[in-house]
Structure formats: structure tokens, C-alpha cells
């Protein structure tokens, strides 16, 4: 199921629309939040028919997905990483304890990329991040 959800994220780099992926996990209808991070970390959790009961929350406390899961100092393939500065959400491909490999959605390959926001691959030092991981293991029934 790991493998699934990084395909599904690889399938779609360089997608600009969040149209798709808002409309998955999104279950109020009508207008979305204009960033779409946590949208298409969902959508890919999804296209590999994990936590298909899981949809994006927007009734405070309760923001997002994150809440239901627990923190991992060890990520591994699939599960989600978040970046507190900027509210960012990311799904994690790899991990060697100094650098991960992420695939994020609306992303921007740096402050001077002149491409609109975009699913792109990212690679980051763990040291100087303000990185928290979350486990999608309680939703994976084999693990």
C-alpha cells in the first residue's frame, strides 16, 4: 500500500489543478481553501484505498487529517510529512535520518521557481526543519 501511494503521488507531478483533489476529500461541497497541500497528501492516501473513511475537516478544533494520526520520530514511504512554518503537508518517499524525499503538492521548487504552485519532488535536511512526521500505520491493515 506504501508503494501505491507513492505512485499516485509520482503520477502526478507537475499537476497544477487541485480541482481533482479537492473533490475526493472535500465532502461540504461548494468553495475549498485556496491551498491544496493537505488536499492531494490525502488524494494519494486515497488512490491506494487507504483511509478512504477519512475526509478533510474543517470544524474547529479539528482542522485537516493529521489529528487522527500519531507522530513518528522514523517516517517511512507514505507517511506524511508537515511543515509548521507554512502549514505545509507532504507525502514522504524516503528517509536516511540526515535527508528525506518528499512529494508535495502545491510547492514551488524554490523562492525564485516562476512556475505556479505544482506537484513537484522536494529533497530536505532534517537538521533546521521545522519537520513533523505523522504515521499512516493505524490505517493500514497489514502493517
Excluded at 117 to 134: H, L, M, Q
Amino acid at each position: 500500500m506504501r508503494d501505491l501511494i507513492i505512485q499516485s503521488a509520482q503520477s502526478q507531478l507537475g499537476n497544477r489543478d487541485p480541482n481533482k483533489y479537492w473533490k475526493d476529500v472535500w465532502i461540504l461541497g461548494g468553495p475549498h481553501p485556496p491551498h491544496w497541500c493537505g488536499a492531494f497528501s490525502l488524494w494519494c492516501l486515497h488512490q491506494a484505498k487507504v483511509a478512504l473513511d477519512i475526509n478533510w475537516e474543517f470544524d474547529p478544533p479539528y482542522y485537516g487529517f493529521l489529528y487522527r494520526l500519531p507522530r513518528t520520530d522514523k517516517p517511512l514511504v507514505g507517511d506524511i510529512a508537515y511543515f509548521q512554518k507554512h502549514q505545509h503537508h507532504a507525502i514522504v518517499q524516503a528517509w536516511d535520518g540526515e535527508l528525506f524525499w518528499t512529494i508535495d503538492g502545491n510547492a514551488t521548487a524554490s523562492t525564485k521557481d516562476p512556475l505556479p504552485p505544482r506537484v513537484i519532488e522536494k529533497e530536505r535536511y532534517i537538521i533546521g526543519s521545522d519537520v513533523t512526521f505523522y504515521s499512516i500505520k493505524p490505517w493500514l491493515p497489514n502493517e
